[in-house]
């Protein structure tokens, strides 16, 4: 990486690292205040208009990032997609207000009524689309100090929301979806005050309507099926966990999906700063750079991955129970397997942005659609009760999150495989067992040593931090015996160890 790359990554990593600390604690306290029902209803409403905005984005997202950071843009490009993206919310919030039948709505959405569906759907839009637009526009430009203080300033707020509204005893799920609409509007219209743009003459895409339309039109009619796949594989892993689980093992798998989300939070650092990074190379025509950018960050993020499910997975059911309670305490199984769900998911985000990046969409397409089908019929086999019309395991919240794990690892590496015969490189895959088996294995042993203690009067919370102690001189072993696991050379890691004692020198300095 560039001076410049790392120091937009440790600080996006590091603003990352706050504001997830911040949204996972505000998740615990609403999952622990709301209970299982309740917390697993909410994440149902916007598990499901998380798919329904696949379909209503048909990859126009993607293709306007890749847009952006291959050259500056004029105002009137960028402004062009913020309007598809108020088409995008007002169409069918007036379907949701006025159009769609109640009967139709109960059915969807198990009962719940149309005023909090409407705000549900305006939450998880302004969250998950109008949001994520603004930030890869705030990236696009390099402001990523800029736009990563306003995501932090949007959590601290949220938390300080939901701790008032449950101070009042108002702490529904209206109440809460209005919050979180309002919130990221609010941050939207502030971050946009910086962005800055090329002249309209300079941007010959934006020369007109129809020179933008048909741009992105080649862009996205492959991702128009993929858009319409993706959307049925969210919408159906949640309809049918809640149709046949529940709340309660929704709640479950929310959980686990938010425990999961801490080992992604070095990934959903660097992702938009590679794709910047590897679509402005591609278009420079500069493929040796390109490769090094993949192998190396795909080497790294894959083995955080594994080392945080190494470290979580041997204490699944005594973190479920400190952070939530037994209310939550079945749900262990659920969260244990969850912990596996980062590993390949941040090889597949990698992989995915290196195709969208360099242009290839139709790579992801096809991949896509086989990985969503083969995922349907996974999940309703494993979700299915055994009296069902076509009988299935019943496994609830379990079986979905080992789905996911497994249909995951095979879509990923369909994709480095094809990913490697497109740019000419050697299939890369054998550090994925690799950093696995290592990482669980110490991170059990990790376990193991502790509770060989025969002390029963120490809390589960000290076993956690000695074994954690351990583990992590075990990892640094691990590291430094195969450095390549990491994306690293020998010589590398050495040299970046050696500046570790004059770095910390010169914040004893700063702080001086």
């Not at 291959?70 to 007002?90: D, H, K, M, Y």
């Not at 679509?279 to 795909?298: F, I, N, P, S, W």
Request: net charge positive; charged share 10%.
């Amino acid at each position: 990486m560039t001076t410049s790359v790392r120091v937009r990554f440790v600080f996006t990593l590091g603003a990352n690292l706050l504001r997830a600390l911040l949204s996972f604690v505000t998740g615990m306290l609403l999952a622990r205040w709301m209970g299982p029902r309740d917390y697993g209803n909410m994440s149902f409403l916007l598990g499901t208009f998380l798919g329904i905005r696949q379909l209503l984005d048909l990859g126009t997202s993607t293709a306007f990032f890749t847009f952006l950071s291959q050259t500056p843009r004029s105002r009137r490009f960028v402004n062009g997609f913020f309007v598809w993206l108020a088409i995008q919310f007002i169409l069918p919030a007036l379907a949701i207000a006025f159009v769609l039948p109640g009967a139709w709505l109960a059915t969807v959405w198990h009962g719940e009524h149309r005023g909090v569906v409407l705000l549900a759907f305006a939450a998880a839009f302004m969250q998950n689309s109008a949001w994520p637009a603004v930030q890869q526009a705030a990236e696009s430009q390099r402001k990523t100090l800029w736009v990563n203080s306003i995501s932090v300033a949007i959590a601290i707020v949220h938390i300080i929301a939901v701790f008032v509204l449950w101070r009042i005893g108002a702490l529904a799920l209206p109440w809460i979806f209005l919050a979180i609409s309002l919130e990221f509007l609010v941050a939207g219209i502030v971050a946009h005050q910086r962005f800055s743009y090329a002249d309209d003459a300079d941007d010959p895409d934006s020369a007109s309507l129809g020179v933008m339309v048909r741009k992105y039109w080649v862009y996205c009619v492959p991702l128009i099926p993929y858009a319409f796949f993706g959307f049925a594989q969210e919408f159906a892993d949640r309809w049918l966990l809640q149709n046949y689980g529940g709340g309660v093992q929704q709640a479950f798998y929310a959980v686990g999906a938010q425990f999961a989300a801490i080992a992604l939070l070095a990934t959903t650092s660097i992702l938009r700063i590679f794709w910047k990074e590897v679509a402005e190379a591609h278009h420079r025509k500069d493929h040796q750079r390109a490769g090094e950018l993949y192998r190396r960050v795909t080497r790294l993020l894959f083995l955080v991955g594994a080392i945080c499910s190494g470290i979580l997975l041997p204490w699944a059911s005594e973190i479920l129970r400190l952070v939530l309670g037994d209310a939550y305490g079945n749900g262990a199984l659920t969260l244990a397997i969850m912990f596996l769900y980062p590993i390949h998911q941040s090889m597949g985000q990698i992989g995915g942005t290196m195709l969208y990046a360099t242009e290839r969409v139709s790579v992801v397409v096809y991949t896509g659609i086989g990985t969503v089908v083969l995922g349907l019929i996974v999940a309703y086999f494993v979700l299915a009760p055994s009296t069902a019309t076509i009988p299935g395991l019943g496994l609830a919240s379990a079986g979905l999150a080992a789905k996911m794990v497994l249909v995951q690892l095979v879509g990923v590496n369909v994709t480095a495989f094809l990913i490697a015969r497109i740019f000419k490189w050697p299939f890369d895959w054998i550090f994925q067992p690799a950093s696995i088996l290592g990482c669980l294995a110490i991170g059990w042993a990790s376990r193991a040593l502790v509770l060989l203690v025969p002390i029963a009067s120490v809390p589960v919370l000290i076993q956690m931090i000695v074994s954690g102690v351990i583990y992590i001189m075990g990892i640094a072993g691990f590291v430094y015996a195969f450095p390549t696991l990491a994306g690293l050379t020998r010589e590398s890691l050495q040299a970046d160890i050696a500046q570790i004692p004059g770095l910390i020198e010169k914040f004893r300095a700063g702080l001086g």
